[in-house]
T-cell receptor, first 113, second 114 residues
Framework: GDSVTQMEGPVTLSEEAFLTINCTYT??????LFWYVQYPGEGLQLLLK?????DKGSNKGFEATYRKETTSFHLEKGSVQVSDSAVYFC????????????FGPGTRLSVLP | NAGVTQTPKFQVLKTGQSMTLQCAQD?????MYWYRQDPGMGLRLIYY???????DKGEVPNGYNVSRLNKREFSLRLESAAPSQTSVYFC?????????????FGSGTRLTVV
């Protein structure tokens, strides 16, 4: 079945450091790819998405490029802030029905001042 | 802008007790979902409702029932709670089904079964 693999962390960075969180996927067909962010005590929020190969999703300084050849959707940010501390989930949606939306296990990011 | 509202936010149950988790969305979304979140396992789909009047099982439906009361509301019921159901439960909604639709999540219900 479809699956998402991501580095589980925790990832600890200093403020203004460069961030990469790796995400790879396995899916039949051509999935859409998403990054969600969960701040402490809150639900998940959509951070960015890409719906086809070579698309780049971006939001709030975060970027991710849909790489079909490597089945990857790595999340990057050039300069992280303390306020970016959260759990980041990579996800895919491959089919028409709700059960085809698959989440990775999440990566906890802590940014130190 | 309420979005997806879940109640309660916290609950402690004794083994064998029953309860209903409530979820309501005000975005006129057609599809609604219930997930559970457990450490190291990400989110797992319990049940979903593609549209008003329909419900279907997800990955982990055992021990749960759902009701799509109307377009706005989608409740999750635990008939006889077990410690294995200790988790954080999230309700979500989407405008439609299909790979291009992202989800809007509620803030979660933290359930402990003792």
């Amino acid at each position: 079945g479809d699956s998402v693999t991501q580095m589980e962390g925790p990832v600890t960075l200093s403020e203004e450091a460069f961030l990469t969180i790796n995400c790879t996927y396995t899916a039949t067909g051509y999935p859409s790819l998403f990054w969600y962010v969960q701040y402490p005590g809150e639900g998940l929020q959509l951070l960015l998405k890409a719906t086809k190969a070579d698309d780049k999703g971006s939001n709030k300084g975060f970027e991710a490029t849909y790489r079909k050849e490597t089945t990857s959707f790595h999340l990057e940010k050039g300069s992280v802030q303390v306020s970016d501390s959260a759990v980041y989930f990579c996800a895919l949606s491959a089919g028409f029905y709700g059960q085809n939306f698959v989440f990775g296990p999440g990566t906890r990011l802590s940014v130190l001042p | 802008n309420a979005g997806v509202t879940q109640t309660p936010k916290f609950q402690v149950l004794k083994t064998g007790q029953s309860m209903t988790l409530q979820c309501a969305q005000d975005m006129n979304h057609n599809s609604m979902y219930w997930y559970r979140q457990d450490p190291g396992m990400g989110l797992r789909l319990i049940y979903y409702s593609a549209s008003e009047g329909t419900t279907d099982k997800g990955e982990v439906p055992n021990g749960y029932n759902v009701s799509r009361l109307n377009k706005r509301e989608f409740s999750l019921r635990l008939e006889s709670a077990a410690p294995s159901q200790t988790s954080v439960y999230f309700c979500a909604s989407s405008e439609g089904q299909g790979p291009n639709y992202g989800y809007t999540f509620g803030s979660g219900t933290r359930l402990t079964v003792v």
